[in-house]
């Protein structure tokens, strides 16, 4: 049964009169097959259809909207439930005060109250019967980015999660992962965010990584217990719809990429897509079908998008150029595969410590075993395929040319460092850890900013010169990992610089877009608003948001704030600089 404030919204969007239907194009602009979001694919549609509305599918796209398409998709894209505002208590926090500078502290007591800015919750109790929307509900509360995306993200989240626990907020960070594990429980998979039109693909596996890093902070046995066989679940899905087998002579390989299949516009950027794919191109059918699973793909790595995925890797002056030669699907991404190596050797370790209470001691050895020997093989072909020892790196491997994508330096490479996946020749040469380092500490010296993507300068959003804060806590995690294995404070220093240009990038463009702590720092008298935290930075100074790629810069922003409390708590001793020049930063030297 459909409710009448429903049906009323419905006759209202849909039902008055007749307007162009079409996406707005010029004539060159030939659609060859139906085009629209509402009319011919989509979650809208989808809903609508499923929903069973109206007894004949023929008769809700026979119909008319009153409203242009995407006033009708952004009324349907907050249909349905509402969200409220979680109210939560904010415990002042302890670690504050080792914090010695005061500008430091007071924007870090900001960003803690902040969390409830972006902390959100399904109000059950105003869902009318039959109303549709494209989220995907959940029972627990959650942290969204924050900007365009009100919907919370599968790998955002770790960053949020790491966060929250910064904040104390062990309860919100357990809620978001079990909102998660129920998704897995649900659909097999963790999709790449609570949307129906995220259900055909899902993002980089961490989910066992928040397990992790809650129990680490909450030391909650039962928790990881619960969570355990669910985080099998996953396991299984990326080892059964994303492993690829690669032959080596006569040695045999497996190794993991990201796989959507894919054959229409993603309906979150089907006007972008449609473009791409259509407008001006001369594709076979085929091609275009590789291209929309090569875009949806392109979003799954949650690099969307990078010249690590195209063909074409320097500038190109229309980024929808560079796209149309998108080869995500072909390349096997050194940081799916650290993180898959992960998720085996975690999975082992929590079956042998706690298995034996949740299964038969045969089983629970039976599991152990598995793991670790997907582990080992998994190590193995990274070694093999993923690791160029003359370099000192692990690089992409690209299924069509059979060989690394060599000189192609991203922080990816420095994932399996952080996360342990090294093969031990190397964890234990330190010459050969100085250079692995030293690649990342000669591209720290060209820029005074944080740590960039990939050297290329191509106009999308993961490449030069845009830096990402997720991207700075891995390159952090890692130095401070190998000193960890090295038992000494090698690549401290480097980590030290790298965590006092994150946390100064993103304080100086909060500053200079408004930001101010009473007492300690005053707003500057040219800004209206009140201080932004941007998703991504520049990486040519230390006081410029990022840009470009398919939308423009947000604010918010979840992993942000999550990387920047990380840092300010593992180095408390940092100063907040005035703003007002970059290159204070110096990157020291590692012999
Ligand atoms: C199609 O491509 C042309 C030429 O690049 C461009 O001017 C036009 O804006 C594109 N159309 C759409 C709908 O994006
Ligand atoms: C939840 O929805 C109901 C029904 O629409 C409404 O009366 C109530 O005020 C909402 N609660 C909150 C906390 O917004
Ligand atoms: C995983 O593979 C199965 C079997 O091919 C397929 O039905 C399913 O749609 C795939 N899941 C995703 C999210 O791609
Ligand atoms: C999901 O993938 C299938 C198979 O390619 C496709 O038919 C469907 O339209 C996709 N759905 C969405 C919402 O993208
Ligand atoms: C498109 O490709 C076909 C087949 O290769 C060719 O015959 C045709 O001339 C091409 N059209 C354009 C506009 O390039
Ligand atoms: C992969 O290799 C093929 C063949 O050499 C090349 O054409 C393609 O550009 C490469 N793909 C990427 C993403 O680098
Ligand atoms: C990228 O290359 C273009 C063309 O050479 C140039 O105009 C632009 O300034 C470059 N951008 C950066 C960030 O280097
Ligand atoms: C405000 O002034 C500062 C210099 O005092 C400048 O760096 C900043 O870009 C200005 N902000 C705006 C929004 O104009």
């Known amino acids: 049964m459909m409710s009448p404030a429903f049906v009323l919204l419905l006759v209202g969007l849909f039902l008055v009169q007749v307007c162009a239907l079409d996406l707005q194009v010029d004539d060159s602009f030939q659609p060859r097959f139906c085009n629209s979001p509402i009319y011919c694919e989509g979650p809208l549609l989808k809903t609508v259809q499923l929903a069973k509305l109206f007894p004949d599918s023929k008769t809700f796209v026979d119909m008319p909207t009153k409203k242009p398409v995407d006033q009708v998709l952004e009324a349907f894209n907050s249909l349905g439930k509402t969200l409220i505002k979680q109210a939560f208590n904010h415990f002042p926090l302890q670690w504050l005060k080792k914090v010695k500078d005061l500008k430091y502290r007071g924007w870090i007591d900001n960003l803690h109250h902040a969390w409830s800015q972006l902390t959100f ?47 104390g907020l062990d309860s919100l960070a ?15 998979f963790m999709p790449n965010g609570a949307r129906i039109y995220y259900l055909n693909r899902s993002q980089p596996p961490f989910l066992t990584e928040m397990v992790k890093l809650y129990y680490q902070e909450t030391k909650n046995v039962d928790f990881l217990k619960k969570a355990l066989p669910v985080l099998e679940k996953e396991y299984s899905f990326w080892l059964k719809n994303t492993t690829v087998t690669i032959h080596q002579g006569d040695k045999k390989y497996k190794l993991n990429h990201y796989n959507v299949e894919n ?8 006007y972008e897509d ?25 979003a799954e790595t949650g690099w969307d998008y990078t010249s690590r995925w195209t063909k074409v890797k320097d500038y190109t002056p229309d980024t929808t150029d560079i796209l149309r030669t998108l080869d995500t699907r072909n390349i096997i991404p050194v940081e799916l595969n650290a993180l898959l190596w992960s998720m085996e050797t975690t999975l082992a370790g929590w079956y042998q410590d706690f298995g034996s209470d949740i299964t038969t001691d045969k089983q629970r050895a039976r599991k152990t075993s598995y793991y670790k020997k997907q582990a080992k093989k998994r190590l193995e072909a990274m070694d093999s395929l993923l690791w160029n ?30 996360l342990g996946a090294i093969p ?24 005074p900013g944080i740590l960039t993507t990939t050297t290329h300068n191509s106009t999308m959003q993961w490449d ?14 890692a130095m401070l990992q190998v000193d960890q294995w090295l038992e000494n404070e090698r690549y401290a220093p480097l980590a030290k610089v790298l965590a006092e240009r994150a946390a100064a990038s993103a304080f100086c463009s909060w500053y200079l877009t408004g930001g ?29 948001s990022g840009f470009g790629g398919e939308y423009t810069v947000q604010v918010g922003f979840g992993w942000t704030n999550g990387v920047t409390m990380w840092i300010l708590n593992k180095f408390s001793d940092l100063v907040a600089p005035d703003c007002t020049s970059s290159n204070i930063y110096q990157v020291p030297n590692l012999n």
């Open 121 to 167: 919750k399904f109000n059950t109790s105003s869902l009318c019967e039959g109303c549709v929307s494209s989220t995907l509900p959940v029972k627990r509360p959650f942290v969204v980015p924050g900007g365009r995306f009100r919907e919370f993200y599968y790998w955002d989240s770790y960053f949020v999660i790491e966060g929250l626990l910064q904040s």
């Open 516 to 544: 101010s702590i009473p007492g300690e720092l005053q707003k500057l008298s040219n800004t209206t608003d009140n201080g932004h935290m941007f998703e991504k930075f520049d990486v040519r100074s230390l006081t410029a």
């Open 274 to 298: 449609y473009n791409t794919v259509y407008n001006g191109t001369n594709f076979t059918t085929k091609q275009q079908l590789d291209l929309f699973s090569d875009l949806a793909t392109g």
């Open 263 to 270: 054959h229409s516009p993603r309906p979150e950027s089907y």
């Open 389 to 418: 020892q003359d370099q000192a790196s692990f690089f992409d491997y690209n299924l069509t040319s059979h060989a690394r994508n060599d000189d192609d330096y991203s922080p990816a490479s420095l994932y399996p460092f952080w």
């Open 464 to 477: 030069f010169p845009n830096g990402w804060p997720p991207l700075q806590y891995v390159a952090i995690k």
């Open 424 to 447: 031990d020749r190397v964890r234990h040469s330190t010459e050969t850890l100085n250079r692995v380092f030293d690649l990342t500490r000669d591209i720290l010296a060209k820029t």
């Open 174 to 188: 357990r809620d978001m992962i079990e909102n998660f594990l129920d998704f897995v429980d649900t659909y097999g």
